[in-house]
């Protein structure tokens, strides 16, 4: 009887739009077997039919129950929204569902651009948004962004991202992981990124910058090469070979595995979206579902191999040293020997391994290439550090050494502002563990509540950074006045949770750029964004459209 009334309310509109007769049986049949068709409109009267019957003959208790459950919900998440109006501290007003979040989710803005520009329009020390109905305090003021990273460290010990306690492996992740695990397994991973063990690997980086170069000749004077790529393949080259002790072979073919796991890592699917953005904006929903930063397939087969290498570092312990490299792997085997307040098993070193390759080949790739990019539009900048790294290599008989990539103050300016430009961590992020008062305010930030710091708003302020938008590496050239009042310049996190691996990612990045820019000229093409605009998909710093760029042999 239903049906029959449907069709025949579906004729009547049809004969007032003019639809010839024997549609709604045409949209009933397509409807009810769930065949496509083609005229969209026909299936939009057909819903709005549907609601109408189905809103004719629904009960008036049944309604009442439905604005209840409604009622109800919209009072469940507003819950929170008058938290920072009680607390007499500025803030950004909700919508239901969102928080102050509707711009990311409706892929206006990138996260970090988001936090930055709030940052920027607002002239308070300090302010409060909502992530959906969480209130969350965002600070601005470089000394209370010293005191909360480094001063009272010890009531910001953790993040408020997911720490994945539920996975065996990730849980183990020096970066998510709270106290006091953290702080154990950072003084179990510290030696692996002493001055000592760097300078050992940097014969490893060296090989493979060489690699790169190598490489780059099949690309010589070809228009709209894409860097990121090509520094995305170094990257990983550089970190699975510290890390576990592997060739990871990205230069000599495009399908080379670590490469295509990588990929997986930050690609722009929705998907990777939904982790990443879940992990650090909904941890307790993440935890709940226990959805990961990464992909479980990725994480598994990482997982295999560094079981294949430990289990071979393991059987050949004494036997062939050649085996031994200084890795984080041998490092970690040595400790475990030694004996430690931790139980480093398996799943720890795995954890502290992949971490690293996860976040560095990405750093790496992520700095060198946003530093040709700058170097590609600025000819005059490329061409003095060009000067500087070929002096460099003359007072070292020809050769690129350590030493010599640790001297070259220019080249430490340019990498310096290319972080100031295109920050690692776009923000920064805390949870309180006891309840603080912030210094020289009234205000109390209550235990559980996450603090937000926004590099992106520090790094392109003005009062900080004259004319911000623009790249000018002599911003670097005095480094005491970096810092000096408070913390405005954080490309990797600052205070006790700085990122433990960040003189190792800089020293990569310093040795494939000056071997580059020692062999090549890099030019814009008719292909290169300026401005550069970021994907929204992704919350590190990614090109929309790529770096591409072009690659001139230098005449010796």
Excluded at 246 to 269: I, P, W, Y
Excluded at 533 to 544: D, G, N, P, R
Aim: glycine share 4%; net charge positive.
């Amino acid at each position: 009887m239903g049906l029959k009334r449907m069709r025949s309310s579906l004729n009547a509109v049809f004969k007032e739009l003019r639809i010839p007769r024997g549609s709604s049986e045409i949209i009933l049949e397509k409807y009810i077997f769930g065949t496509t068709y083609d005229q969209m409109k026909y299936s939009i009267l057909f819903s709005i039919e549907t609601i109408t019957y189905m809103m004719e003959n629904i009960s008036f208790f049944t309604l009442a129950l439905l604005a209840l459950a409604l009622i109800f919900a919209y009072l469940y998440l507003t819950r929170n929204f008058d938290y920072w109006k009680k607390r007499n501290v500025y803030y950004i007003k909700p919508i239901p569902l969102f928080g102050n979040l509707l711009p990311v989710f409706g892929m206006r803005q990138i996260l970090a651009e988001w936090l930055g520009d709030l940052t920027k329009k607002i002239d308070k020390d300090y302010f409060g948004l909502f992530v959906f109905d969480k209130p969350v305090l965002v600070i601005k003021s470089p000394k209370h962004i010293k005191a909360v990273l480094q001063k009272d460290f010890s009531y910001f010990q953790n993040r408020s991202s997911s720490s994945a306690f539920h996975h065996p492996i990730l849980s183990n992740f020096l970066f998510f992981t709270n106290n006091p695990k953290w702080k154990k397994l950072r003084t179990n991973a510290s030696p692996v990124f002493s001055s000592g063990k760097l300078k050992k690997m940097f014969p490893l980086m060296l090989k493979e910058a060489k690699q790169l170069c190598q490489y780059l000749r099949r690309f010589e004077n070809v228009p709209n090469v894409e860097s990121k790529e090509i520094c995305a393949k170094y990257g990983t080259n550089v970190i699975t070979i510290s890390t576990f002790a592997v060739d990871a072979k990205s230069f000599e073919s495009e399908n080379a595995e670590f490469r295509n796991l990588g990929r997986k890592l930050f690609d722009f699917r929705i998907s990777t979206a939904i982790r990443q953005f879940t992990t650090f904006l909904a941890p307790k929903f993440a935890d709940c579902l226990r959805i990961t930063f990464i992909d479980p397939k990725v994480t598994k087969r990482l997982y295999d191999i560094f079981k294949e290498v430990l289990q071979t570092k393991i059987a050949s312990d004494g036997l062939d040293s050649s085996l031994k490299q200084n890795d984080m792997i041998d490092i970690f085997l040595e400790t475990s020997r030694k004996g430690t307040n931790i139980d480093i098993n398996d799943k720890v070193i795995a954890g502290q391994a992949m971490q690293l390759f996860i976040a560095g080949f990405e750093t790496v790739s992520s700095i060198l290439s946003f530093s040709l990019y700058e170097l590609c539009i600025q000819p005059e900048i490329q061409e003095k550090l060009r000067s500087e790294i070929f002096e460099t290599i003359e007072k070292y008989n020809d050769e690129l050494t350590y030493e010599g990539v640790s001297e070259m103050k220019y080249l430490d300016m340019c990498i310096y502002e290319t972080l100031r430009k295109y920050p690692t961590l776009p923000f920064l992020d805390r949870q309180c563990s006891a309840d603080y008062k912030l210094p020289n305010s009234d205000l109390i930030i209550e235990k559980g509540t996450p603090v937000y710091m926004s590099t992106f708003g520090l790094h392109y302020n003005p009062e900080y950074f004259p004319e911000p938008e623009k790249y000018i590496p002599e911003r670097f050239e005095d480094k005491s006045k970096i810092n000096s009042d408070g913390l405005f310049y954080v490309p990797f996190g600052e205070g006790p949770r700085i990122c433990i691996g960040n003189r190792f990612g800089i020293l990569a990045v310093k040795t494939g750029l000056s071997l580059i820019l020692s062999k090549y000229r890099v030019v814009p093409t008719d292909r290169t964004p300026i401005p550069i605009k970021f994907e929204v998909k992704s919350l590190v710093l990614q090109s929309t459209v790529g770096v591409p760029l072009q690659f001139e042999p230098l005449a010796h």
